[in-house]
């Protein structure tokens, strides 16, 4: 099936212990969706361990939601550990085409109206939301409901949730009874700022990006808004990024305290180890 896309995989493609012999009734499968990224994990929920983590990355981004479904039919055909029975499987749809509504304010049959002053909506789009309790906040978002439609025909029900959600959700919870928090999450081609204070969402935005520049220009800018003075706050990475990359020093170039987030995730002995910051949602879900 040919896309125009050349399909690549990270290095930790083959991220898996060299039998799953015994644990196929008490898998979990995580997917993470995006037009330029398939990534799944598959967790023990017996022991609570991650026994294999495999990411395929492509070029260039797809130009619609019918090549993301074509390339993700090609892989589930290819890939020996999607085709087992999983004890749950939930996914995750990784793009900018989502807002958040209050959710006392949330009206269900408004959807497309709240997201129509953020992005351009089709006629034929279906509007999904999630909520997030802790923040009392509703996501608005188009899933890639082709691909849930997919998904379904494979593994039967599952559950699905958009990527800010599982950040604010998840942000929130490991910033109990702490300052201010100013995190940024990295993928390939864009990343989220999400800003916490006393347990409170702040802000949230996703941009994309092309250069380290663009990266700090877009840190910094927040930060003015905010009233933040780079030489206080404390800014923290997570994602797709490493330390002492490009990105990473042109950072703390302009910010004084930059760090990783803190979390642990328990990895089978026989897997390579990623650092805990690395892959934080599809180890969250």
């Known amino acids: 099936m040919e896309t125009g896309h050349h399909l690549m995989t990270l290095h930790y493609k083959q991220n898996k212990i060299d039998s799953l012999e015994g644990l196929q009734e008490n898998l979990k499968l995580s997917i993470q969706l995006s037009l330029d990224g398939f990534s799944f994990c598959l967790t023990d929920t017996l022991q609570n361990t991650i026994v294999a983590i495999i990411e395929h990355n492509y070029e260039k981004p797809f130009a619609n939601h019918q090549e993301l479904l074509t390339s993700v039919q090609s892989i589930l055909s290819k890939e020996p550990l999607l085709n087992k029975p999983f004890e749950k499987v939930i996914i995750l749809h990784s793009n900018n085409l989502s807002t958040f ?26 509007i999904a939301n999630d909520t997030i309790q802790t923040a009392n ?37 490991i910033s109990k009874h702490k300052e201010l928090q100013f995190y940024v999450h ?61 990105i990473y020093n042109k950072i703390y170039t302009y910010v004084r305290y930059v760090s990783f987030v803190e979390t642990e995730y328990k990895m089978h002995n026989h897997l390579e180890k990623i650092a805990p910051h690395q892959l934080f949602t599809l180890r969250k879900l």
């Open 101 to 126: 509504v209050p959710t006392p304010l949330f009206d269900k049959e408004k959807a497309v109206d709240y997201l129509k002053y953020n992005i351009k909506t089709l006629e034929n789009d279906y």
């Open 137 to 173: 906040i509703t996501t608005v978002y188009v899933p890639f409901v082709n691909v849930n439609n997919y998904f379904f025909d494979i593994f039967g029900a599952f559950d699905y949730k958009h990527i800010a959600t599982l950040l604010v959700e998840s942000l929130l919870d």
């Open 186 to 246: 990295f993928q390939k081609q864009d990343f989220q700022i999400i800003v916490i204070k006393d347990n409170k969402l702040v802000f949230y935005n996703s941009f994309s990006f092309a250069t380290k520049e663009d990266v700090i220009y877009y840190i910094l800018f927040t930060a003015e808004q905010l009233q933040l003075n780079p030489e206080v706050f404390k800014l923290v990475l997570l994602g797709d990024i490493e330390e002492n990359s490009e």
